[in-house]
Every structure is written in C-alpha cells, then in structure tokens.
C-alpha cells in the first residue's frame, strides 16, 4: 500500500493527464479534463505549466509564456473591418474559463464578442441582438453542455427563429459525429478542442471577407 506522500507524489505526476480526476466521476462533477486542456493550449502558444505542492504547504501552480511581439495584431481576413464594423460573434461555452479564454482570443482578433452558457442563454442573446437591430455574424457552439441545451439543439432552435449567420460547432471528442460531418447537423464548419488562436482565426476567417 502507497503511503499518503507517495500517493500525493503519484497524483502530481498524473494531474495533466486527460480524464484524471481522485473524485467519483458523475455528471455534477468535472471529468479530469481542465489542466489536461490547460496545457495542451499553453504549449500551442509556446508556453510551459508546472504544478508544485508540498504537504500543508498548498499547491503551486507555475505557467510561462513568451512574450508576444509589440506590432498590432491584424488577422488575415479580418482586416478591412474597422472598429465600426467588427464582426459580431456569440460563443457558448459552459466552462467559464474557456468561455473566457475564447472571448479573449476573439477580441484580440478584432471581434466583438457575446458569451454565454448554455442554448436557453443564446437564444435570449440572439433575440436581444434582434431588438437592437444587430445582426450575429458568427456562432460557436459547444456541442455538449451539462445539464443544459447541447450546440446541436441551440442551432435548430436559433434557424427556425430567424438566424442566418455562420455556426461552428465545438467540441473535444475527435470521433464525434458532429465534428466528422458538421454540415448534416447544420453547421458550416467545426472546432476541436483544444484550440489556440491561429486555429481560431483559420476558423473564423472562411467567413469574413478579407
């Protein structure tokens, strides 16, 4: 039997591992896949994690980037947009700190940027922008949401309202159906998971003009 330093020890070295988790899985709880999707995404833009804990000292965890170059950020085939005319996009994302990190990303890619958490939340969005007479450009839909309305479902909701825009849908299941034949499930194009910036921009930019 492990003793309890050899097993924190054990736990360190498996925590980036995807779908590990100490904790029961259920559908209330998390599936392991939160630094798993962390790292993967900090290596793409050439960065380094590392996790540090000590017995009744906490956990330290250490992420390292480079710094980006100081020119001004003009994606390809976002760059005849002004600042009037920045494409709108929703996203939907249940994990708050991708939901954050994809906003950011998009901002950063001139966009304007509505984020919610689930299909009832951006249907609400879609007929708020109605309202004011804006028009949504683009949506990024998570396929799967826990204990709410999935991407597939939001985006046949959104069509029979009226949207007309471009959907991607997201997701981190390679084998989904959803993913390998996008356009039957109404989609004009997929995202896996997880993402960095240039995949986002490669996304996105098929549909905006350049």
């Given at each position: ?31 392991g896949?939160?630094l ?15 996790i ?6 906490g ?43 994809c ?9 304007e940027?509505?984020s ?26 998570d396929?799967?949401?826990?204990g ?35 356009e ?12 960095s ?10 549909f905006?003009?350049?």
């Open positions: 039997m492990l003793s309890f330093f050899e097993e924190v020890k054990q736990y360190i070295s498996n925590v980036f591992d995807p779908y590990f988790t100490t904790e029961e899985l259920s559908v209330h709880k998390g599936g896949l939160g798993a999707v962390s790292q993967s995404i900090i290596k793409k833009h050439g960065g380094e994690i590392k540090k804990s000590a017995t009744g000292q956990t330290t965890i250490i992420v390292t980037l480079p710094i980006p170059d100081s020119k001004p950020i003009v994606p390809s085939g976002l760059n005849d947009f002004s600042p009037l005319k920045k494409p709108l996009i929703l996203i939907m994302e249940d994990d708050p700190s991708l939901r954050k990190l906003s950011r990303m998009l901002e950063c890619l001139n966009c940027v509505i919610t958490s689930h299909g009832k939340a951006a249907i609400e969005e879609f007929f708020n922008t109605i309202h004011k007479n804006i028009l949504i450009d683009i949506i990024l839909l396929q799967n949401i826990k709410g309305m999935g991407g597939i479902e939001t985006l046949k909701k959104l069509r029979e309202f009226g949207f007309k825009g471009k959907a991607i849908v997201v997701t981190g299941s390679p084998t989904s159906p959803a993913i390998i034949n996008f039957k499930y109404g989609f004009d194009a997929n995202l896996l998971k997880p993402y910036k240039d995949d986002l921009e490669r996304v996105i930019g098929k905006i003009a350049s």
